[in-house]
């Protein structure tokens, strides 16, 4: 049973837990990667785009034709989409970590 005294107490923990989480989304970076490294994309814990990297050689090996644009684009995004399934696991490693810390009856 949650104790209604220590409900301002809470919250404020909460407020200050939330600022904590803004910081380490920020500064949380990952990486996704495909095509043997042929493109790299860099994204933050927010899930902002930070770089994008595609080597020189994936772009010259490009033919002009329609298949090889299309390959690059599905490269682009399985590279985009890894360093977002990244960025979702180092979130929720962090908020696990977090919740943990209020010793709110029944989470842990």
Same mark, same amino acid.
């Given at each position: 049973?949650?104790?209604?005294? /220590? ?14 989480? /803004? /910081? /380490? ?84």
């Amino acid at each position: 049973m949650i104790n209604p005294l /220590k409900l301002g107490e809470m919250l404020s923990q909460a407020n200050q837990m939330q600022e904590e989480m /803004k /910081k /380490k989304l920020e500064q949380t970076v990952v990486e996704g990667s495909s095509g043997g490294g042929a493109v790299m994309a860099t994204m933050n814990g927010k899930k902002q785009l930070l770089k994008l990297h595609i080597d020189a050689a994936a772009v010259s090996s490009l033919s002009g034709n329609q298949a090889d644009v299309e390959m690059l684009e599905d490269l682009i995004e399985a590279a985009v989409n890894e360093a977002g399934r990244k960025a979702d696991d180092a979130i929720q490693s962090s908020v696990q970590g977090m919740l943990g810390g209020l010793n709110l009856p029944g989470l842990g």
